[in-house]
Structures are given as structure tokens and as C-alpha cells.
């Protein structure tokens, strides 16, 4: 089986996340499809984290930096979220140092569909942006999605505040694309533990749930190469019934009221 890995930034975090699980469970992707959309997409949190440090090292000194750095992780785990995971990162970075990086442009541009003809991958993560039909309909690719929510229950977006709305249990789901909106055959779902989590807010609770559901990609691939699991098809398609919008202020401001007060049902 040959796997691939198709984005548009290197230092996507949820894409580091992805592809350190896919070498944890020892299903590296045989190539890279990298094209570069511009800016980092980093999060505000991580952006503030790098110039409090730059700041702080060169003002004060080296010998506070690694307090510094400390304060700054620990902030970040409350929220769920680890960006100075050392170990990790370093595996990453020694992975990238030897793999094979194809540069292309858009994941949709026919240059890269011949790409993908020629090197014929099995099954393509994705985290390039939407796929055009061209690109979905290549014979014999698997693209795929990682959802942080049940499917079909939850598509669309703000499926998380909808899912803690409901008081329902958050799933992450790996799938493949389709031209419908995650209507795609379900290769994986499981819960996503939140009982011994320390966040409170809605958009921790996103973080984290994205983060969890990305890290499912390496053991999905992994169960499926093995044949342990297999595609199974959304029998629901073509509602738009069915998918969810953004949440209005009004319910966001309920939920995150519930949330703070460790609500967990609605009267």
C-alpha cells in the first residue's frame, strides 16, 4: 500500500499531529505532495508564545529562557494543546530531512492530477484545501478527511458546539472526500475522551477534539492495511437538513455559559 501526504504548509500543526501518528503506528507516507499557500496558519496562542520568547531571550538573558518556555507549555496544556512537544517535533523533522517532498502547486492544478497518476498512491491525507472532482475522481486514490465529530450525525461546521450542545459524546471520524459536504465512506470513528480534561471554554474544546481526531489517522491506516477495518457507506446523502451551520452568538453564549458553570444538560 502506498500512502501519501498532501498539503500546503509544512508547519500546520494539525498536520504534524497527523503525521507523527502515521509513524507511530508505522505507516509513513511514501511521498509528500507540498504546495505552499503562503502564511503559517499558526494559532494566535502560538504566534504570541514565539515573540514572548524571542523577546525575553534576547532581553534578559539565556538563563531564563527555559522558565519562560515552561510557563508558556504549561499554559498551552491547559487548552489541550502541546506546541513545544520536543520528541515529537524531532521525529518529525528527522522524518522530513529524508523524505521524498514532491512541490506542486494547487492540489487541483492538472499538473499535480498527473502527478498522482504517475505515482499512484493508495490513499492521500489531506490537508490541501477543497478538492475539486477532478482531483477526487482519480481511479484508485482514497483522499482523506479527519472530522472531529460523529458522522453522519454532525457535518458541516461547528459540529463540536453542536455535538456539547446535544450533551452528545464527540467522536472523531477519519473518512474519504466526496463532492458532497463529509458524505464520504467512513474508514474510522471513535470517542474522544473528555472526562479528565481540563478545558472549559468552546474553542479549547475544538483544539482539542481536532487534535485528538488527527492523531486517529496513523491507527486508522494502520487497521486498514491490516484489514482489520474497511470503508463503510454514509447511507444519508444529500440533505442539507443534516448539516450544520455556524452556531448562532446567542447559542454560543449559552453554551459557553454551561460549559463554565459545568453544565451538562439544557433546562
Known amino acids: 500500500m502506498k500512502i501519501a501526504l498532501a498539503i ?13 501518528s502515521m509513524l507511530e503506528y508505522d ?48 499554559g498551552s496544556e ?6 513545544f512537544e520536543e520528541d515529537r517535533e524531532k521525529n518529525i523533522e528527522k522524518f522530513l530531512r529524508t523524505a521524498s517532498i514532491h512541490k506542486c502547486r494547487d492540489i487541483n492544478h492538472p499538473q499535480t492530477i498527473s502527478l498522482l497518476k504517475e505515482l499512484k498512491p493508495d490513499i492521500v491525507v489531506c490537508f490541501s484545501g477543497i478538492l475539486k472532482k477532478e482531483v477526487i475522481n482519480t481511479t484508485g486514490i482514497y483522499f482523506l478527511n479527519a472530522h472531529a465529530s460523529r458522522l453522519p450525525k454532525y457535518r458541516g461546521i461547528n459540529n463540536v458546539e453542536y455535538a456539547l450542545w446535544d450533551n452528545e459524546e464527540i467522536f472523531g471520524t477519519i473518512h474519504r472526500i466526496s463532492r ?20 472549559r471554554t468552546i474553542q479549547e474544546h475544538k483544539d482539542y477534539c481536532s487534535r485528538k481526531t488527527y492523531e486517529m489517522i496513523g491507527k486508522a491506516i494502520a487497521k486498514y492495511r491490516r484489514k482489520e477495518i474497511d470503508f463503510s457507506v454514509q447511507t444519508e446523502r444529500g440533505n442539507s437538513i443534516n448539516i450544520y451551520y455556524s452556531m448562532h452568538p446567542l447559542l454560543r453564549e449559552l453554551l459557553q455559559k454551561k460549559l463554565t458553570n459545568n453544565i451538562y444538560s439544557f433546562p
Open 8 to 20: 500546503d504548509n509544512l508547519k500546520n500543526r494539525y498536520a504534524r499531529y497527523a503525521l507523527f
Open 27 to 74: 505507516v509513513p507516507p511514501d511521498f509528500i505532495l507540498h504546495h505552499n499557500s503562503g502564511k503559517y496558519r499558526y494559532s494566535k496562542l502560538y504566534k504570541y508564545a514565539t515573540k514572548a520568547i524571542r523577546r525575553y531571550r534576547f532581553s534578559l538573558g539565556k538563563h531564563l529562557f527555559p522558565l519562560i518556555k515552561e510557563k508558556i507549555i504549561k
Open 78 to 83: 491547559k487548552a489541550g494543546r502541546t506546541f
Open 180 to 199: 458532497g459536504i463529509y458524505e464520504g465512506d467512513i474508514l474510522y470513528q471513535e470517542p474522544i475522551d473528555l472526562k479528565d480534561v481540563r478545558i
